[in-house]
């Protein structure tokens, strides 16, 4: 069974740093990976996609990386805002099958100080 | 750009009723998804459904639960006889072949 965990829980820092978030999960056997942003009380936003054959994906002041051997992969923030305050959650589909589900980490809950 | 629409926000219902959660996918996107999210815990997936049948379910989907998409536009949720344990917030998702599930803002559901 598909295990995904996101270390760390929480991260507060102040605005303009840079930073890293990180996903590990149990089986390397995955198809793809996505990251999303939840907001208090709301939906998933999709951030980045990378497909297993990818390692890495870029969007802005966010580039995410996969490492899928070992299973791993970052989320790094650049020249973090207050904006960017967020619960930030990894997920792995595992199957080529395209209803297959995705597996979710319990997230990383960002807070950037102005 | 297209999103994935829930209705209602926010459903309140007595332990024992049905309750069904309404979804519009993006049109053009082939595949639904139901996840649901217990305040605190992961997102965790309830099934997902393509042309016209169930691809996919979790263990939790079990025989409460029922989905169908009743026209061109809608997938609904059914829960048939609610526990208090249902409390949560359901999200649909819909997505293209292999690409990025969108997600809906979710509809927050409590069981009194």
């Known amino acids: 069974k598909q295990e995904v965990t996101q270390i760390p829980a929480a991260l507060s820092v102040p605005e303009g740093e840079n930073l890293v978030l990180n996903c590990s999960f149990t089986?390397?056997?995955?198809?793809?990976l996505q990251w999303f942003r939840q907001d208090p009380g709301k939906g998933l936003t999709s951030l980045l996609l990378i497909q297993s054959s990818q390692r890495e994906q870029t969007s802005g002041r966010l580039n995410a990386s996969l490492d899928k051997s070992s299973g791993r992969s970052t989320l790094y923030i650049a020249a973090s805002q207050p904006g960017d305050s967020a619960t930030y959650l990894c997920?792995?589909?595992?199957?080529?099958?395209?209803?297959?589900?995705?597996?979710f980490g319990e997230g990383t809950q960002l807070t950037v100080n102005p | 750009e297209p999103e994935v629409t829930q209705t209602p926000s926010h459903q309140v219902t007595q332990m024992g009723q049905e309750v069904i959660l309404r979804c519009v996918p993006i049109?053009?996107?082939?595949?639904f998804y139901w996840y649901r999210q217990i305040l605190g815990q992961k997102v965790e997936f309830l099934v997902s459904f393509y042309n016209n049948e169930i691809s996919e379910k979790s263990e939790i989907f079990d025989d409460q639960f029922s989905v169908e998409r009743p026209d061109g536009s809608n997938f609904t949720l059914k829960i048939r006889s609610t526990k208090l344990e249902d409390s949560a917030m359901y999200f649909c998702?819909?997505?293209?072949?292999?690409?990025?599930?969108?997600f809906g803002d979710g509809t927050r559901l409590s069981i009194l």
């Open positions: 998702a819909s997505s293209e072949v292999g690409l990025s599930q969108h």
């Open positions: 089986d390397s056997a995955i198809y793809n």
């Open positions: 997920a792995v589909r595992r199957g080529e099958t395209s209803g297959s589900r995705l597996t």
């Open positions: 049109s053009n996107h082939l595949y």
